[in-house]
């Protein structure tokens, strides 16, 4: 039996390449599945500029995401509203050369992209602000309801023979001899020879984790949701303004728009104040959003360590204990690249993990 502590994305995805491969999981989330940091995301899935481990990593998950998607339709027979038209990353008059550099850069390390300004912008975007005098199109983004897909995951799960447990909150872990051997929680102990540990801002509660599991630390995101008409909507597209708030267009008609970053904020409230500056985000792109009602207002708080990084691996001194944490924003895009070879590490730690390797502590 492996334990998985956490029903978020990184969790439920581990779960789901877990039980491919023939083991026996079970997923225990404090709250509910999707819940979280995992609730209060827009879900787009941009790879990082620059090169390196991280780059590789990211660029390998996006190639894979129509896969992973159609696979997880299919076993769970639910949609997850992902979304392939693209994103806009317009330019106004003050910053036009950030947004004009930031194309370039992206060309030159490979990028599908177009530059677009006046009638081929209209056409592709009419409801755009007329202050946005050109645009950077990014084909290759695409996006996903990460609400549904964590549902969806979880159904998946239990459809192939796993256990899905919401509302049980982690106390402990146990150990004998210096070896994992389970968890304890306010109704109980559940007893499992490798435990993986997935539960973002969750972990700082449980107690006898070994010190080489570091604290994480709070970065509250804070979203809204934009009610347009489904049959009209303002745009198809994906939009990043350049104060670096992003357009989310869903298929059911709303129009999310976020997220903040807020260190060492654990209040999940999402103040009028924070609201309606993500609407004006909103307004500035699209001036037709000032008609839109706010109909959600949501955060979730993404669990660091240091300075971001990403921490996979197993405890040194508590054999038995994975850890799969620090997936910050990012954490959708990299879910089916990273779940898939950590799967294969847990199951036998001397496994090739090319992707994952330069983020992966073996013990």
Known sequence: MIIIVGGGIAGLSLGWHLIKK?????????HHVGSGASGAASAYL?????????????????????????EIEQASGKKIDYRSNGQLRPAFADSLDMVRNDAETRRAQGWNLQWLEGEKLRKLAPHLSP????????????????????QALATAITNA??????????????????????????HGQFNAKRIVLSSAMGTNEILNLP???????????????????????????????????????????????????????????????TQMHLKQSAIDLLPDAANLTITEATSGIRALIGDGTLRLGVSKTLPGLYYSLSHAGAGYLRAPAIAEQFADFIINPTSPCPLIDRFLHRG
């Open 211 to 273: 010190l080489e599991i570091p604290k994480c630390r709070p970065v509250k995101g804070s979203i809204i949701s934009l009610e347009m008409d489904s049959q009209h909507p303002l745009t198809p597209h994906l939009l990043r303004h350049p104060n670096g708030h992003v357009a989310t267009p869903r298929g059911d008609g709303r129009l999310l728009v976020g997220s903040t970053h807020e260190d060492d904020e654990t209040s999940t409230t999402v103040s009028a104040e």
């Open 22 to 30: 023939g083991q026996k999981i079970t997923v225990i989330e404090q």
């Open 161 to 186: 023979g796993g256990t899905i447990i919401e509302g049980e909150k982690i106390i402990s872990i146990m150990d004998q001899a210096g070896q994992a051997t389970g968890i304890e929680t306010r």
């Open 46 to 70: 941009e790879p990082r500029l620059g090169s390196g481990a991280m780059r590789n990593l990211e660029w390998a998950a996006i190639k894979v995401w129509p896969e992973f998607v159609a």
């Open 131 to 150: 202050h946005i005098i050109a645009a950077a199109y990014l084909p290759d983004i695409h996006w996903l309801d990460g609400r549904l897909l964590c």
